[in-house]
């Protein structure tokens, strides 16, 4: 069985200021990552996935992601974030199964 | 691109009635799921299906059923629903594992009075 945590219900920020969305998980067994974004009403998008290879791993809109395997951590990062990156990102792992066990969320808000 | 797509975005219905949510997608994929998503628990698993006329229960089953009689088409029905079954509820296909990601439909915000 796998789980997800993440870190922060809620992340204010300014835009044009960096950010970071934190995600741990604990896996038995080797894991496949991956980041999606939910804007208001709508369903999810997927943001970027670590599937192997690269532990950096570059997705949409400027986002990017590192796969740390001894800190079982998947944080998000974004150097420069606009008023419409405004959305809740979810962290998900796909375990032995194929179903992803999913994070809490965390909701972006960018300030003007 | 995959398409997703799920037969309402809103829906009301009364206590105790029988509801079906329908749910199509356009890429062959093997597997399909059916999540429910509420503030502060992210998305849970309620079922999902690795073949047509397969299901398995997710982590939270109790109150729903599946069906899959058709590749492209996964069900998910409230026999009875309840108060408590107020959620909005989304579905998802994806190809075999380490292939790829799943892919999410806009989701059936679904209201039980």
């Known amino acids: 069985a796998q789980s997800v945590t993440q870190l922060d219900s809620q992340v204010p920020v300014f835009e044009e200021a960096p950010v970071e969305l934190r995600c741990n998980y604990s896996?038995?067994?080797?894991?496949?990552l991956f980041w999606y974004v939910q804007y208001p009403n709508q369903g999810l998008q997927l943001l970027l996935k670590?599937?192997?290879?690269?532990?950096l791993v570059k997705g949409i809109n400027g986002f990017e992601a590192e796969f740390n395997k001894s800190q079982t951590s998947f944080h998000l990062r974004k150097p420069s974030v606009h008023i419409s990156d405004t959305a809740e990102y979810f962290c998900?792992?796909?375990?032995?199964?194929?179903?992803?066990?999913f994070g809490s969320g965390t909701q972006l808000t960018v300030l003007p | 691109d995959v398409k997703v797509t799920q037969s309402s975005r809103y829906l009301v219905k009364r206590t105790g009635e029988k509801v079906f949510l329908e749910c199509v997608q356009d890429?062959?994929?093997?597997?399909m799921f059916w999540y429910r998503q509420d503030p502060g628990l992210g998305l849970r698993l309620i079922y999902f299906?690795?073949?047509?006329?397969?299901?398995e229960k997710g982590d939270i089953p109790e109150g729903y059923s599946v069906s899959r009689e058709k590749k492209e088409r996964f069900s998910l029905i409230l026999e009875s629903a309840s108060t408590n079954q107020t959620s909005m509820y989304l579905c998802?296909?994806?190809?075999?594992?380490?292939?790829?990601?799943?892919?999410f439909g806009p989701g059936t915000r679904l209201t039980v009075l």
């Open positions: 998802a296909s994806s190809p075999p594992r380490g292939t790829d990601t799943q892919y």
């Open positions: 896996s038995s067994v080797s894991v496949y």
């Open positions: 670590y599937l192997s290879g690269s532990t």
């Open positions: 998900a792992v796909e375990g032995s199964a194929r179903q992803l066990t």
């Open positions: 890429m062959d994929h093997e597997n």
């Open positions: 299906s690795y073949d047509v006329k397969m299901k």
